[in-house]
């Protein structure tokens, strides 16, 4: 009995929405680690693609060895190879779009709900968010506008590069539909008295 009065005493000093505190960082962290990855992976396939372009022909004319023939193992292998890598762009655009989508879907199924004191700090992440966005856009910019082999891979790209100049924009309006399903669940559940998703 006292081990109960006592957790009873104690969650009165506990925030009831301390999860929402803590799904508001989750959430840009999730943005920011969206945006990151993405940076990487297009510049990781400029330079997996230039090796590709030089290796792929070299495999291919190796000839016979023997009995073997080089030529045409080489196009079972790095030919095929060769094939993926030039549709990867495609699926990494494709996996950046829904890693966006996946955490607005995560903040709507979680429930998260932090009180509306709670805005400005959110306010202060968006704009920390925007600013990596502006920095990592110029970042992309100028490479993108080079003269140089990688330069020529991004502009390939552009689905993801488009993503990529114009994720300031992108993230902000991100963030400002998942300010608006955590906040407004909440005054909605204040308003109906506890009801609606939030917990």
Not at 70 to 91: D, K
Request: charged fraction near 15%; aromatic fraction near 12%.
């Amino acid at each position: 009995m006292k081990l109960r009065s006592l957790i009873k005493k104690e969650r009165k000093f506990i925030p009831k929405n301390k999860r929402g505190a803590i799904g508001i960082i989750i959430f840009f962290m999730a943005l920011m680690l969206v945006l990151v990855l993405g940076f990487i992976a297009a510049m990781a396939w400029s330079v997996l693609d230039i090796a590709s372009d030089e290796i792929t022909p070299i495999m291919e004319e190796l000839g016979m060895a023997g009995d073997a023939n080089l030529s045409q193992a080489s196009e079972y292998s790095f030919g095929v190879a060769n094939t993926f890598v030039q549709a990867m762009p495609w699926l990494i655009a494709l996996g950046y779009v829904m890693a966006l989508i996946f955490t607005l879907v995560f903040v709507f199924i979680v429930g998260y709900n932090p009180h509306p004191a709670f805005i400005g700090f959110y306010l202060v992440l968006m704009i920390l968010l925007i600013f990596l966005c502006i920095i990592m856009s110029n970042m992309y910019q100028d490479i993108y506008t080079g003269d140089d082999e990688i330069s020529s891979r991004l502009q390939e790209q552009d689905t993801l590069s488009y993503l990529i100049l114009h994720s300031p924009f992108i993230m902000a309006l991100i963030a400002v539909i998942g300010g608006i399903l955590m906040f407004a669940r909440q005054a909605g559940s204040e308003a109906g008295g506890g009801g609606g998703f939030g917990v």
